[in-house]
């Protein structure tokens, strides 16, 4: 098979082999892609009514489009062999990890949760998987889990198998499977429950040798419970894994959505209570021809969202909340409670020539109801009218009636050139995706936008950020500082007021040792926006550089906790009270915050997965929650994507200091100070992920020859 051509498909590779086929690496000759190539076994391809229904049946299961579902672009037949081409995913499969031992509580509830969303998804089609187990699920490097091969789901009602035919893996087969009875979306609970069950007690609940053995077992005893052979587990799970169990199945949970809801309301200490005025602004879809327009989306997106958080009385939460959501198809009432609003603004954007349609719904995701929807049709040269027609309606739907501030507000233009805010959309989008190479692009989409508009207050301050940020994280040279000041000013000195380039002048501050200044300035930023996230994290470390001894540390919690409040999505607020909680030895609290971090930047990376800062960052936080082999592996991912970026460098140098290898973390620092990150000895100096190798003589030498 290696090396010959299925279809427009290129055998490269055998990857695996079960009872259900063999799966290849292949690739895609015509779009250019690897994809996992599955044949079926050849009992079941000589059989022509099998084929025919299971390629029926498998076209059904490529209609998933689920983050926690491996897609399947492809189901063929070339009159020989029928196959399935489904994406290929890098990671491990469940199975691999568990070798390892068991896992995590709080990792157990995450990607049950996951797992649940996805049956969900396919349960909502009629399709049940019919063989969740741990070789069917997939770990990917961003933290996530897939489920994998539906080579024998069925679709509810159809007749695929034969009377009384059991299919699936024993010792994950529900009683009713066992038996050759009718099985429906409860018994893809029951194998979810043994999945559980194996994940917190490192063996499966029915472990027996003989099949026979095993069969009886699942049919006619009760397993030992799970808090018996793990003592930690939280009793909510022990129960959870106890519903799923039942041998009725009229005694499960009725749906997956059902173990979500016990998931999320587990072991949870009471939330504080949702503002009634609670916004989120998802992503607006692209319904254009050219995939190119999605930057144009996603500044209308955020320009709306920015308009609705100046408003008073409205909760609106940010950018990197709504991220994770960028692209997919959501559950309403599952972003809503996620995100902790009550209201939800999805959208599309329709351009075509000169002209613009922008479709918008208001949904109140407690009860589903559209509060508000509307069309907006007009010419590209139109653009903030509609914006701030869209705003206005939304504000007008939610508070029932403007002030003069408000309506000043929403009629405030950032250019009057709409060439600018072209190149100025372009640019927060580049500017959005981090890296080097990223920012530098942004870098010229704002210069462009300055070229069209000499007073666009926006494209100066976005200009600053990006120029600090090439000194601080990919280049070093100082002459970026005296750009960035120099733009910020430009801005002050059109609007006194822009906040972004207030917070600009401290950053440059910040970064030329003035810390008195800096912090003089992050409490201005606050005065005028006490909503500012970023202001928090950088008064956190300026605390513990700057006040010393604990009482710095204690003062930096106060301004991280106060950030993570503002934005629990947000990594890096975590990120920052992981490192600090360390530091001060509170190591539960520590690896806690480390938790937070990998939930968050994994669900980002799922819409945005070559995002290397997020995934970096997962590395690190991975080890530092001690998860060594998640840990390398996400490491080298990022080495592999961008071996001479700056600030992913750092992180990676980090995620190997906290594994105790002062060699490769050595090594990544002087990387990460030949790439540009100059300030990479300031931070290890102070980062507690290096505490253990300051006293190194390498470390010595490095800061001695860099310092």
């Given at each position: 098979m290696i090396g010959s051509t299925i279809s427009h498909y290129r055998i490269l590779e055998k990857?695996?082999?079960?009872?259900?086929?063999?799966?290849?690496?292949?690739?895609?000759?015509?779009?250019?892609?690897?994809?996992?190539?599955?044949?079926?076994?050849?009992?079941m391809a000589l059989l022509p009514a099998y084929r025919e229904r299971f390629l029926r049946e498998a076209r059904a299961a490529s209609a998933l489009n689920h983050p926690n579902v491996a897609v399947v672009y492809d189901v063929g037949d070339?009159?020989?062999?029928?196959?399935?081409?489904?994406?290929?995913?890098?990671?491990?499969?469940?199975?691999?990890?568990l070798a390892n031992g068991p896992v995590t509580p709080e990792q157990v509830r995450t990607w049950t949760a996951q797992l649940a969303e996805g049956l969900q998804a396919a349960h909502a089609k009629g399709i049940v998987h019919r063989d969740i187990k741990p070789d069917n699920l997939l770990l990917t490097l961003a933290g996530g889990v897939k489920i994998m091969d539906f080579g024998?789901?069925?679709?509810?009602?159809?007749?695929?198998?034969t009377t009384g035919a059991v299919l699936g893996t024993l010792s994950y087969m529900s009683p009713e499977q066992i038996l050759g009875n009718k099985v429906d979306h409860r018994s893809d609970l029951w194998s979810l429950g043994v999945v559980m069950y194996e994940m917190l007690a490192g063996r499966a609940p029915f472990a027996q040798q003989n099949p026979a053995a095993v069969m009886y077992e699942i049919l006619n005893r009760e397993p030992a419970p799970v808090e018996s052979l793990r003592p930690d587990t939280p009793a909510s799970l022990a129960a959870l894994v106890g519903r799923l169990l039942q041998k009725d199945p009229?005694?499960?949970?009725?749906?997956?959505?059902?173990v979500i809801s016990a998931l999320q309301g587990a072991d949870q200490s009471p939330a504080a209570e949702v503002p009634e005025k609670s916004i989120a602004v998802l992503y607006f879809e692209n319904m254009s021809s050219d995939p190119e327009s999605d930057y144009y989306c996603a500044g209308i997106t955020e320009d709306i969202l920015t308009d609705l958080s100046k408003l008073d009385q409205l909760s609106v939460v940010s950018r990197t909340d709504v991220l994770p959501f960028r692209g997919k198809q959501v559950n309403i009432r599952q972003v809503a409670e996620?995100?902790?609003?009550?209201y939800v603004l999805e959208g599309s954007v329709r351009k075509a020539g000169n002209r613009i349609r922008i479709t918008a719904q208001l949904i109140d995701a407690r009860n589903s109801y559209h509060v508000w929807a509307d069309r907006f049709d007009g010419l590209v040269d139109d653009i903030f009218d509609l914006q701030a027609e869209v705003a206005n309606q939304i504000a007008l739907a939610l508070k029932g009636s403007l002030t003069d501030a408000d309506e000043a507000s929403l009629a405030r233009r950032p250019t009057d050139d709409v060439r600018a805010y072209d190149f100025y959309m372009r640019g927060r989008e580049y500017?959005?995706?981090?890296?080097?190479?990223?920012?530098?692009?942004?870098?010229?989409?704002?210069?462009?936008?300055?070229?069209m508009d000499a007073r666009f207050v926006g494209a100066y301050a976005a200009l600053g950020e990006a120029c600090a940020y090439m000194y601080e994280w990919y280049d070093g040279d100082p002459g970026w500082l005296s750009r960035a000041i120099t733009m910020d000013n430009e801005a002050l000195t059109r609007d006194p007021g822009s906040v972004e380039a207030l917070f600009g002048i401290a950053m440059v501050y910040f970064h030329q040792g003035r810390f008195a200044d800096a912090r003089r300035t992050l409490l201005s930023v606050l005065e005028t926006d006490p909503q500012h996230m970023p202001a928090r994290i950088r008064l956190g470390l300026l605390s513990e550089r700057t006040a010393g001894g604990k009482a710095g540390l204690e003062e930096a919690v106060g301004h991280y906790q106060l950030a993570v409040e503002l934005r629990p999505n947000e990594e890096e607020a975590w990120r920052c009270l992981a490192a600090v909680q360390q530091k001060l030895g509170n190591q539960d609290a520590a690896q806690e915050a480390a938790l937070n971090v990998i939930e968050i930047t994994a669900r980002k990376l799922e819409a945005s997965v070559e995002d290397v800062i997020l995934l970096s960052r997962l590395g690190e936080a991975y080890a530092r929650f001690w998860a060594r082999e998640e840990a390398i592996a996400t490491v080298q991912r990022v080495l592999e994507l961008a071996p001479a970026d700056g600030?992913?460098?750092y992180h990676c140098a980090a995620a190997y200091a906290l594994l105790g290898d002062a060699d490769r973390?050595?090594?990544?620092?002087?990387?990460?100070?030949?790439?540009?990150?100059r300030g990479v000895l300031n931070a290890a100096r102070t980062e507690s992920a290096f505490e253990t190798l300051h006293p190194d003589p390498g470390f010595q030498r490095l800061v001695a020859e860099l310092g």
């Open positions: 990857l695996g082999e079960g009872g259900m086929g063999v799966v290849y690496k292949a690739e895609d000759t015509r779009l250019e892609r690897l994809v996992a190539l599955k044949f079926l076994p050849d009992a070339d009159g020989v062999q029928s196959f399935i081409a489904m994406e290929l995913i890098e990671g491990e499969t469940l199975r691999t990890r024998i789901a069925r679709l509810s009602g159809s007749d695929l198998t009229d005694r499960r949970p009725d749906t997956s959505a059902d996620a995100l902790r609003v009550n500017l959005n995706r981090r890296g080097k190479a990223n920012t530098e692009a942004a870098i010229r989409m704002f210069e462009n936008a300055l070229e600030l992913a460098l973390s050595l090594t990544l620092l002087r990387r990460a100070h030949d790439a540009g990150f």
